[in-house]
């Protein structure tokens, strides 16, 4: 079950545990320091299976009207079974109540690496659609894809 998580040693306890087993794509020491030191500051959400967190998802406003999945990851053997979308689902909850509009989330651009390729086609078939890309925002060799959800707001 996906449940908040308020305490920021163990937002980066959750973090650094499900990015370590991720270095296909949080491969570089840096960016993942950065990544699990920023988290604990940021709305985050693990999935919780058996009193192990096996996921997470951490949020980051990018405007009044926006907010940003700002890093999310699951345990590689826990990998397409549904963890992510219900990550993503509990994201958008939270962001509904917060009074935002829109949910975005960067990638590497399609069609230059097989890993961030799966990445987007998750994004798209959780129903994200594609934004921007920003050839040089990280650099040549990584062009940045935004993909971009409105969120549904109940009367």
Not at 28 to 33: G, L, N, Q, S, V
Not at 62 to 90: D, N, P, Q
Not at 104 to 112: C, M, R
Request: aromatic share 14%; glycine share 6%; hydrophobic share 40%.
């Amino acid at each position: 079950m996906v449940k908040a998580v308020t305490e920021p040693k163990e937002k980066a306890k959750i973090a650094a545990k499900i990015l370590l087993d991720l270095p296909a794509w949080f491969g570089i020491p840096e960016a993942t320091k950065t990544y699990i030191d920023d988290s604990q500051t940021m709305p985050f959400f693990a999935y919780d299976l058996n009193q192990e967190a096996v996921g997470f998802i951490s949020l980051k406003e990018t405007s009044k009207y926006t907010v940003e999945i700002y890093c999310m990851g699951v345990l590689k053997a826990y990998h397409r079974k549904g963890f992510g979308k219900a990550l993503i689902a509990a994201a958008e909850h939270y962001a509904v109540n917060q009074g935002y509009h829109l949910i975005q989330v960067k990638t590497v651009e399609s069609g230059h690496y097989d890993i961030y390729d799966h990445t987007a086609q998750f994004y798209r078939t959780s129903g994200f659609k594609d934004f921007e890309v920003f050839k040089t925002l990280w650099d040549k060799h990584n062009p940045c894809q935004v993909l971009i959800k409105c969120l549904k707001h109940h009367q």
